[in-house]
């Protein structure tokens, strides 16, 4: 077997996803940045609604440049990584059985478990180009725009990003190696990612959500307190860890996988009762009537 191949094909697959999703969020930074001059008179005395708080995260000045950044840039454009994270991950297992083509790779000489890691390291690979492609935008930026957030400062934010968006990746390898669906993975990832992302949100005004929203992983990857005070590296360094622990997981779980050819019915009822590999099974009784 050629080494790492299937790491190439995985990245091929999603190259144009991947492309897509990066020159939108250069575009985006590249934007921000050259309206951000035209703005800051304009929001020096703008009162913020508190509602909008939570999408600002420490840098309550809409009118300087990482209060305006956070809004328009930090505060959403992770969500299009995490996008790129789900859509890929659940596809990863769950998606390729789905289509009929799990069987086909299993059958060649490659392990499970390298299975899991090549596409993990495919996929880990398209989540940081697509973020380092608004590092590239912001830079295009500061060649017009003078801004007072330094180059490494932009890169420290930029790169802030890349754990969380990791840490949901490594969850819809996950899901999707244990799961019978794709359709059941990525139904799971997307509540996870809505309910965290919300209640990180409304826990800025909603007070019985205060303690509650330091459960979600949005409220550790503020990026506003990168852009104000620099990065705090226990914060990506906890994500990785965590990432890196939900690969464990998905590796597991796809060992134990039983593989089916083509789409099959879900169900919560049905998953539960699920018999393991090993159970015995339960010899069902002939409906009346039949010979």
């Not at 005395?45 to 809409?62: H, S, V, W, Y």
Request: charged share 15%; net charge positive; glycine share 10%.
């Amino acid at each position: 077997m050629i080494r790492f191949a299937l790491t190439r094909k995985t990245l091929a697959d999603a190259r144009g996803v991947t492309a897509g999703i990066g020159l939108v969020i250069a575009a985006i930074a590249l934007l921000d940045l050259a309206v951000y001059p035209s703005y800051k008179e304009s929001l020096a005395n703008f009162e913020i609604p508190e509602a909008l708080k939570g999408f600002l995260g420490e840098a309550t000045d809409l009118s300087s440049p990482a209060g305006f950044l956070s809004a328009e840039f930090f505060s959403w454009v992770p969500l299009l990584l995490i996008t790129l994270a789900v859509i890929s991950g659940t596809a990863a297992f769950a998606g390729e059985e789905g289509a009929g083509t799990l069987d086909l790779l299993l059958a060649q000489p490659v392990k499970r478990w390298r299975v899991v890691v090549e596409k993990s390291v495919a996929l880990t690979i398209a989540v940081v180009v697509c973020a380092l492609a608004g590092l590239a935008g912001f830079l295009i930026g500061r060649i017009w725009v003078d801004i007072e957030i330094g180059t490494g400062r932009f890169a420290l934010a930029t790169a802030n990003m890349i754990p969380i968006a990791l840490l949901f990746l490594m969850l819809s390898l996950w899901a999707s190696a244990t799961l019978p669906t794709r359709g059941a993975a990525a139904t799971l990832l997307t509540g996870l990612v809505i309910v965290t992302y919300f209640v990180q949100i409304l826990g800025e005004v909603v007070p019985i959500l205060g303690t509650v929203r330091k459960l979600s992983p949005f409220y550790w990857s503020d990026a506003s307190r990168v852009l104000l005070h620099g990065l705090d590296w226990a914060r990506p360094t906890v994500f990785l860890v965590l990432a890196a622990v939900c690969l464990v997981m998905a590796i597991w779980g796809f060992e134990r996988r039983e593989i089916g050819q083509g789409g099959r019915e879900w169900s919560l009822r049905a998953l539960l009762r699920r018999p393991r590999p090993g159970w015995p099974m339960r010899r069902t009784r002939p409906e009346a009537g039949l010979g």
